[in-house]
């Protein structure tokens, strides 16, 4: 069994900061890319921001110069640091990783969720 935790979201004003948190626990082997993706009212799920494990990153051009992501390796964690929110990135924010289990097998896993309200 595999769990992606996700927590640090919530409400903010434009032009705040929030920083969520997503921790890989269970049966890992190995992590690849780890990722966040965010999903508004009506819109399909997007990629917001990717790093893989030899530390390349991928990101909309929408959040470039707002958004970092970063993960750290000893704790199967990654972080995605946003500033200067716009109500536009309002959405829910999903966290995703690649695994290599501990009996080998390889797949996406998912987080739960964590909700990112951004008031004008």
């Known amino acids: 069994q595999v769990q992606l935790v996700e927590s640090g979201g919530g409400l903010v004003q434009a032009g705040g900061s929030l920083r969520l948190s997503c921790a890989a626990s269970?049966?890992?082997?190995?992590?690849?890319?780890m990722g966040w993706y965010r999903q508004a009212p009506g819109k399909q799920r997007e990629l917001v921001a990717a790093?893989?494990?030899?530390?390349?990153?991928n990101s909309a051009d929408s959040v470039k110069g707002r958004f970092t992501i970063s993960r750290d390796n000893a704790k199967n964690t990654v972080y995605l640091q946003m500033n200067s929110l716009k109500p536009e990135d309002t959405a829910v924010y999903y966290c995703?990783?690649?695994?290599?289990?501990?009996?080998?097998?390889?797949?996406?896993?998912w987080g739960q969720g964590t909700q990112v309200t951004v008031s004008s």
């Open positions: 995703n990783a690649v695994i290599r289990t501990l009996v080998g097998v390889v797949r996406d896993y």
């Open positions: 269970g049966s890992i082997f190995s992590i690849g890319t």
């Open positions: 790093l893989t494990s030899d530390g390349t990153t």
